[in-house]
């Protein structure tokens, strides 16, 4: 009688324990966006997630005394929307304009005056590549730029970048065909090894503020 209970007491916990982990694998198979994603998915175009008070911050942590013509908040403010109206992630588009101007430092080719946050036109050696009348405008530029990169789709604002039908007329290998942030590298910057990877890093780093 004993033997009996004993057997049937362990058959419960066994079933017990069977149950309990089959509810944690399900748990972890119905939540795969909680998993972090790899680096070279990380697209270009898609929901921003990074929120603009902790850009805002990053940046001032990172350079207080930035050199731009417009203040920090209207800057990430311009971004923001920009990059919402486009698709495209507002919180990396940043990030590469933190990496391409050094925190929006300068020192290089392009100066301050350009409102250009993307070296775009730049190819070293002085020279310094486009300008643009406003930060707005350069912000938009920007975006529309990348835009390039990762869709066919036409910009749903006035083209203000001088460099888009480039792009869409004489690069079709490019054009429309470069969906994620590591696929820049060797394409938006020459040589441009791991380019993807360092703007994606300063994002983790913003993720912190």
Known sequence: MRLIQKKKFIGAVVLLLAT??????????EKPS????????????????????????YIKN??????????????????????????????????QAIKETGCFAYGKDV??????YCGLGTT??????VFFATPKDGIRAHIQHLLAYATTRSPRKKLVDPRY??????????????????G???????????????????LEEAKKM
């Not at 070293?124 to 590549?129: A, E, F």
């Not at 039908?165 to 590591?182: A, M, Q, R, Y």
């Open 124 to 129: 070293g050696g002085g020279v310094q590549g």
């Open 20 to 29: 309990a982990l089959g509810i944690i694998y399900w748990q972890i198979k």
């Open 111 to 116: 100066i301050p005056t350009q409102n250009n």
């Open 184 to 202: 820049l590298n060797g394409k938006w910057a020459v040589p441009g090894k791991n380019y993807g990877q360092e703007i994606l890093n300063i």
């Open 165 to 182: 039908i480039l792009i869409k007329d004489k690069h079709p290998e490019i054009f429309g065909k470069i969906n994620t942030w590591v």
């Open 62 to 95: 990172k350079n207080p005394g930035t050199k731009l013509n417009c203040s920090i908040e209207e800057l990430v403010r311009l971004y923001y929307e920009e990059g919402k109206t486009e698709g495209v992630r507002a919180d990396l588009a940043l990030c």
């Open 34 to 57: 909680e998993q972090p994603k790899i680096q070279e998915e990380i697209t270009i175009l898609g929901e921003t997630e990074v929120p603009p008070e902790k850009m805002i911050a």
